[in-house]
């Protein structure tokens, strides 16, 4: 009995922020989003969720550590190097048949991915006619993705995933390190827009012709997982591309007939053509 | 002060002393300079008178000279002897005129003219007498000389000259005169200035040494100010104070011994010390009013003691020791506070100087004590802070150091847990689609299992239902045949009657026999034919059948039964039943023996009755009345089954096939009627066949064919019309073209009709719109012929309809019209056009040309590309059995070749040898002759954003040239092929639109779209600009506010409304509207948001961030449309 009043709780606890603070957790993978709040629970001091709740929604201030806790924040510069290594050498030579080209990291964290393709878009030619959209929904996560600071000790991971990926120049060309910190290029900026947008109520904003969103459908449900899709495949330029975590797969989606296997091992897609 | 007013007098005296001295040595010296001009003229003068004398001495010598000469020669005759006088007549004008010179202004000047005269008058006896001498005698010479008249003037001239001489002499006499009165007076006035001068100089001495002892000191009391300044310079704490003041007012005064006090509140203590001995006893500290010092703190002033007694305090060094004669005591005052005391001892009388010093020094001392004290405090509370300071700087190192090592630990943590969270995210994640395969999988397994085991038990039934037919039938052939072929046989003998032993009456039942014995065999060939029947396979012969005919047959066939059932059998004909109708005899009779049969069979007592009955509607009733066990409510449905009867256990005892009344039914529903019962059990049944007195010859078909209600139209919008004109739409279905005619006008879709068959297309008539669309949807013809004036509503909107219809926009539709709607018609969509009244020929071609395009099948590209091997290449890649390329170099050419054919889409190279492609572009979005098919830009440069944006109005497609452009070339193309015609070029949709929704409220408005996406750019202005108005782009924010701020400065260019993107680069939407929200001039501008941000909170934001209103995306065009219209300012 006691895991159902449990199942509850949380329940209330998720309608209550959306009715609250207006993010919509209620479609998250559940056992996830039950692991999370239980951590948050005992590191807000709550008994029970219900308490969670109760201060949730008389202290405005108890929500932004909520936040940080609910939204997983972790990722690397050129994280799984070989997926940027075909993006590299098999979704680039296509990019650059295009005017001027849009990329939409979708869930980006601290923005390391976004940077991440704006050096390698850079070291392939392509970045003055590239605009690059970064969201996610934790705004915290964003004033950090803008500042473009990581510390220093994680440097030695980007640079040899940059060297692995198959990076044109020395990852050192784009950071300047000092105080225990590396602050990324300002030039790598100017032409990132980091903005709040959530793929469980928002709709598209701009049509783009790559889409890099990994390790975010993991926590959605299969009805957000379908819309997520669903929003992709329709930012998408007609055969623009989409690339998913090593884990995700469009098997089961419902756009499944719309999207074709680019780049099968890195989870890279192509939006079919119309034959 | 006193001081310095005697030093300014003394200035002022030495200054007069000077100025005096000054005036006297001008006024002597002006003096002396008058006297010395005096005798300088007169010595000149004096000179001059000499000269005269002289001068004149000089001319009367120059006379005699030349008379000298002329004397000589006229004695001599020698010419030498007139040398002196050619020289002195040479000489003598200078020498008159220098006499004259000499003489201007001099009294003697009235005797120059005699003296002229006269020495005229002797050179004129002298030249005489010697050209007498010359040119006659001595003689004559020497009268002319002895006349005396030379001799007359040269005395006549001596005594001139003499005069002159007198006057001058006189004259210079006068001149030295005075000349010597002017020496004396020069004199005098020499040495009166030199003692005058004398004077002076003492006098300004003293005034100096005067002024220079002031100054010296003034000088000794600023020397001792700035010293003790300096001895007070710095932040001293007071101790070092008092030390170096007390120091240095003791050695610049001149004391043997010096103390210094000094306090606060009242209470002066002992500082400093100068030149005391250790063992002195004295004074440490004192309050105003105590003692002598005490006393002046009190009094504030200084004071001297002298004459101080022995022993009063005694100074010393190794060498001996003595008393201070005198004191000083002096108060240092601050604001009229005193803030210390000091006290001088001196062995001589101190200098009055020395006290005016202490005097002046009392405030700058009084001062810096209490600075000094004050900053003591100061210090102290400093230095307090300070130590605050470090001790909590130490402890926020601490705090920092600790928290530093707790971030780090829960950073790690977390990043640990995130990671950890994601990796078993993922795992749940592959453990989800692992489970929706597995259930995927479960689900087609299971399904494939029931539709196995549903096909496996339909194989059964189907099996056993075959085995029971083909069991059944076997049976009945064999069972029923062989007895049945040995009865004919016998009833034949009988009815032969060959022995001649049998009645008539006998003879008669035995032919019964023989006809009822046929009946059963053509009965049992039906029956083994059933499988023919139930395939639809039965034929219907239409004959006419006389009812009286029918009505001797049954009691032919049925009288002996009767009989033997001794059961009365009527058949009554009712009146206004026709003598005749036209069906199959075989068929009813076989129904109706079938039916009395079975009522003849379950009757017991009672009575079987054959109504024959009309009915109005053409039909005609057989009623088959019984008395016999009846059928109860349940049973009548299925006893039309086959193989059924009403009750398992009637078999026993009734026999029979149970196939008699399923194959009356069967065979009702053949002859276009029915069977219906009517029964109580117990009482008897009615069965009631209804045929048609006129059986419609059909082709027979499956039972199920001959429905009970219409098949239901599942997936067609559109229930089908009637035909109302007769056409081909029976065939429609089976294959080959099809056209579909949409005409009100029954002659002209008549031709239409004859035309289209002779064309080999099969033909559909719609004479109203609603028809045609619901006829294009059922039947999905091949083409359309479209009229424009319908009845119900125009052509334009069916072909709107066809063209917005999924299953029917890829119709080729041709329009003929009585009016002139081509350039709308063209631009919804349509293939041709032709306006009534129209030529056969005309529309002959209109046909051919549809059945060209049908049979094509071809789609044609059109490629403008310069460079010939890239052209090749392209049609290499492009082309292929459904698609024809048509390649061309020029603008020109193409130009051409678009006016003259159709093509489906055109790849455009930007640079062409005559003229660049954005230009050809520009004319064929507005030449309305020619056809402007789907562009797809091929360049090989890059494209800045401006000229991407203005190509984006006539081409989709951008393509760059690379390693991959021909692969994304390909894929355009076919995606453009793809398109149905009905995806018109936007800017013949624009034209369209422009004549058709021109909106006041947008007419000439301007409007600034903010937005950065070129899609969304795009479908915005084909919104707003074909209903008038004028649309402005900015890429982002700060693009927006400079639109703005341009379009402020032009009159009658104002931005009347903004649509601002939320998510752009540079300067987001709500920076953007914040911005221009912060100018007066635009407070009230409407902006209207459009964000792709759903939430109740970011729509605030909007509203907050000074949107008048706001709309989510993706756009609703009529919502946008009626939110710009209510934000219009009007």
Partial sequence: ?275 | MANQKSNYRADILLNVGFICAVLFFIASGIITYVSTQTLQRDSALVVKTHTVITAADDLLSTLQDAETGQRGYVITGTQRYLDPYNLAISQLDDKVATLDRLLDNDPSQSRMPAIKAHIAAKMQELKETISLRTDKSFAAAEAVVLSDRGKTEMDALRTQIDGIRNEETQLRDQRLTEMNAAYQRALTSGILAAIIGIGLVILIGLLVQKALADRQRQEWLQTGQVGLSAAMFGEQNIAQLSENVIKFLAEYTGAQVGAFFAGEHLTFERLASYGLPADAKLVEHFSPGEGLLGQCAKDQKTFRVDDIPDGYLLVGSSLGQSNPRHMVISPAIADGVVTAVFELGYFQVPKDLALELLSLSANPIGVTVRTSYDRTRLQNLLEETQRQGEELQVQSEELRVSNEELEEQSRALRESQARLEQQQAELEQTNVQLEEQTQVLEAQRDDLNRTSQELEEKATDLQRTSRFKSDFLANMSHELRTPLNSSLILAKLLADNRDGNLTEEQVKYATTIQAAGNDLLNLISDILDLSKIEAGHMEVNSEKVLLEQIQTNVHHFFDPIAAEKKLPFEIQIQPGVPDSIQTDSQKLQQVLKNLLSNAFKFTETGVVKLNIVSHELGFVSFEVQDTGIGISGEQSDIIFEAFRQADGTTNRKYGGTGLGLSISRELAHLLGGNITLESTPGTGSIFTLTVPTTLVAFIAQAPTAIPEKLPLTVGLPDAVPPPDLPDDRDDAMKGGRTILIVEDDETFARTLYGLAREYGFKCIIATSAEKGIALANHYVPSAVVLDIGLPDYSGLSVLDRLKHNGRTRHIPVHVVSGSDYAQAAMALGAIGYMVKPVKAEELATAFADLEQRLTRGLKRVLIVEDDPVQLESLQLLLGSDTVETVGLSTTKECLQALKTGTFDCMVLDLSLPDGSGFSLLQQLSKADDSSFPPVIVYTGRELSLDEEQQLRKYSQSIILKGAKSPERLLDEVTLFLHQVVAELPADKQKLLEGSKHRDEDLKNRRILVVEDDVRNIFALTSILEPRGAEVEIARNGREAIETLERSQKVKGRDIDLVLMDIMMPEMDGLTAMREIRKISHWKKLPIIALTAKAMPTDQQQCIEAGATDYIAKPLDVEKLLSLIRVWMPH
């Avoid at chain 1, 009043?5 to 993010?23: G, P």
């Avoid at chain 1, 202290?59 to 550590?65: K, L, R």
């Fill in chain 1, 1 to 275: 009995m006691s895991i159902k009043t449990e199942d509850i709780e949380i329940q209330l606890l998720l309608e209550a922020i959306y009715l609250k603070y207006n993010y919509d957790f209620r479609k998250y993978a559940r056992a996830s989003i039950k692991r999370r709040l239980t951590r948050a629970k005992e590191s807000l001091r709550c008994s029970s969720f219900s308490m969670l709740q109760d201060r949730i929604l008389h202290d405005p201030a108890v929500f932004p550590p909520l936040l940080s806790y609910l939204t997983v924040q972790v990722s690397e510069m050129f994280r799984d190097p070989e997926y940027f290594k075909a993006i590299r050498e098999q979704v680039i030579p296509y990019l650059k048949t295009f005017p001027s080209l849009k990329v939409w990291v979708a869930g980006c964290s601290h923005g390391e991915e976004v940077y991440s393709l704006a050096i390698l878009f850079r070291e392939e030619g392509l970045e003055k006619r590239t605009l690059y959209y970064g969201t996610d929904i934790n705004y915290q996560a964003l004033e950090i993705a803008e500042k473009g600071i990581y510390p220093l000790d994680q440097i030695a991971l980007f640079t040899e995933n940059h060297r692995r990926s198959g990076g044109k120049s020395s990852l050192s060309d784009y950071y300047t390190a000092g105080y225990g910190s590396a602050v990324f290029d300002k030039s790598l900026r100017e032409r990132i827009v980091f903005s709040n947008h959530s793929l469980v109520s928002d709709a598209v904003f701009a049509e783009v012709h790559l889409i890099s969103c990994r390790n975010v459908l993991i926590y959605f449900d299969r009805d957000v997982q379908d819309r997520a899709v669903g929003l992709f495949e329709e930012a998408l330029a007609y055969r623009g591309f989409l690339g998913l975590g090593s884990k995700e797969t469009l098997r089961h989606s419902k756009y499944v007939n719309s999207l074709e296997d680019f780049v099968k091992e890195e989870k890279i897609y192509r939006k079919r053509d119309v034959a």
